[in-house]
């Protein structure tokens, strides 16, 4: 009977100054600061697992992670304040509980949900645009949600993927997608099952430029506009072709929301697999996902 005990986090941060969640050469990642928090603890090295690896500058209210350890004398709750105290202050630990012993943050993911955030219209604040992208106007609700009703269900959204992705399949099922105003603040928020690489800002970029293309064009017509704007929806998402999309919306507007879960591991044996090999288990990939 293995000491070692499946330890699942629960994380916040400020992507502003961090490479995104993924361990890299080149920039300060959430990973990164946490294994080496891990590291320091245990006196050895501790792999971690994101459910999603986001982008440079993209934020989490509620990143999930997980890591087996061998300390058998500390309780999963102390976990929190005891990683707080080894890493930066843009990234903290809110939750810590022992996990099953097979579950996988990634792969038992059922769904992950993104918001992003654009300051409508008035003054480039400094302190509300380190989390949101500005817009000189306030597009036309209606005319947005009739684009995002476009991608629920299974989509191939090859179209709205970085030229970068390393995905197979492009395929994704949307389970909500929707604007609504928050005051001056135009909130997107969407879940899928799983994001390509930049798939949410290519969306709200996209759905964005559409929006103002379909202004310009027929002016105060709204119907032609929401006829037009799902008119290109549509074809882009058919095309598969990245040049039908718009431009990417800025990272600094998107947070990782939360993740949920299935009720019970998805692949019996990953645990043992991982603690073996000293990896995260079958299917592990290289690829981004996400912001």
Request: proline share 5%.
């Amino acid at each position: 009977m293995t000491s070692r005990r499946n330890v699942r986090l629960v994380l916040s941060y400020d992507g502003t100054a961090l490479g995104g969640w993924q361990r890299q050469s080149n920039a300060r990642s959430v990973q990164q600061d946490l294994e080496a928090a891990l590291a320091t603890m245990h006196g050895h090295e501790v792999p971690t697992i994101g459910a999603g690896r986001t982008d440079a500058g993209v934020h989490a209210l509620g990143q999930v992670a997980n890591f087996y350890t061998d300390i058998a004398s500390i309780p999963p709750e102390r976990f929190v304040p005891a990683l707080n105290g080894l890493m930066s202050g843009d990234i903290r630990v809110l939750e810590a509980r022992e996990a099953d012993w097979d579950f996988h943050s990634r792969y038992d993911a059922r769904m992950r949900r993104y918001r992003y955030y654009c300051l409508c219209g008035g003054p480039k604040d400094p302190f509300r645009l380190r989390y949101a992208q500005h817009l000189g106007r306030r597009p036309d609700l209606d005319s947005l949600n009739a684009m995002a009703a476009l991608i629920l269900g299974e989509r191939d959204f090859t179209a709205f993927s970085s030229a970068g992705d390393a995905s197979a399949n492009r395929s994704r099922f949307v389970h909500e997608a929707s604007f609504r105003w928050e005051g001056d603040m135009l909130v997107f928020e969407v879940a899928a099952n799983a994001f390509l690489w930049r798939m949410v800002r290519s969306l709200v970029g996209s759905i964005l430029y559409y929006e103002e293309e379909s202004r310009r064009a027929l002016g105060e017509d709204l119907a032609a506009r929401r006829a037009m704007c799902a008119a290109r929806m549509l074809a882009a998402l058919s095309s598969r072709d990245r040049r039908l999309a718009g431009p990417t919306a800025p990272a600094r507007g998107l947070f990782l929301w939360n993740v949920e879960y299935y009720p019970r591991p998805t692949r019996p044996g990953r645990g043992d697999y991982w603690v073996e090999r000293g990896s995260p288990g079958p299917g592990k990939s290289d690829g981004k996902e996400g912001g």
